[in-house]
């Protein structure tokens, strides 16, 4: 199994409270991305990034910031947490073997927010 | 906005049938495509990926993809119930952010 760990697993928090969840990787994979998940919408982008320092914008990022200080460590802040952003998040990493390197996930965090 | 579209389903087939389940893609930059494997609860897995036009095979899969008509499936033979599963593609855009995106995925059930 790919070496990618997510922090909490589950995480029960009141609307309007600031939320920090964390992907962390052992295989020094350039890019680390964080996604969300919910009923009739597949995976859908969050943040991403491809290096330290270097992030960039998906498809869902309003009320979403990220942080990558380390190449291991790529954290995903909501600030003030609302009941909309009650879902399953996955962190993905991906290295840059080539054109087929697929993206290894890692095992989700279930956030309510209540 | 690029796009990833698949049927949502569910697709139902039964034990030993072909299990065919398709994608289309509104980016002509895409370089890459992926199928993963959901199970209930679990994370997506990767099942094949392809990149020529044509089909590429691996044991009771095979991807087919189709640049021109913008349209990647993917075939699994001799179907079982073990293969009952959300069936995600995805695609990967040109550039060199190596961006993924995602379709919302197939339920696939395959019936004993």
């Known amino acids: 199994d790919a070496g990618i760990t997510q922090s909490p697993r589950h995480k029960v928090t009141e609307t309007g409270t600031p939320v920090t969840l964390r992907c962390h990787q052992t295989?020094?994979?350039?890019?680390m991305y964080w996604y969300r998940q919910d009923p009739g919408h597949g995976l859908r982008l969050i943040h991403y990034s491809y290096g330290v320092k270097d992030t960039d914008k998906g498809e869902v990022s309003d009320g979403y910031s990220v942080s990558r200080s380390k190449t291991e460590d790529f954290l995903l802040t909501l600030e003030s947490a609302t009941s909309s952003q009650t879902s399953v998040y996955f962190c993905?990493?991906?290295?840059?073997?080539?054109?087929?390197?697929?993206?290894?996930f890692g095992q989700g965090t279930r956030l309510t927010v209540v | 906005q690029k796009e990833v579209e698949q049927n949502s389903g569910p697709l139902s087939v039964p034990e030993g049938a072909i299990a065919s389940l398709n994608c289309t893609y509104s980016?002509?930059?895409?370089?890459?495509f992926f199928w993963y494997r959901q199970y209930s609860g679990k994370s997506p897995e990767l099942i094949m990926f392809?990149?020529?036009?044509g089909d590429k095979e691996d044991g009771r899969f095979t991807a087919q993809l189709n640049k021109a008509s913008q349209y990647v499936s993917l075939l699994i033979r001799d179907s079982q119930p073990s293969d009952s599963a959300t069936y995600l593609c995805?695609?990967?855009?040109?550039?060199?952010?190596?961006?993924?995106?995602f379709g919302k995925g197939t339920l696939l059930t395959v019936n004993p």
């Open positions: 993905a990493i991906r290295g840059d073997r080539g054109q087929d390197t697929e993206a290894f």
């Open positions: 995805a695609v990967k855009s040109g550039g060199s952010n190596y961006k993924l995106t």
């Open positions: 392809i990149y020529s036009n």
């Open positions: 295989e020094n994979h350039r890019y």
């Open positions: 980016d002509r930059g895409s370089q890459s």
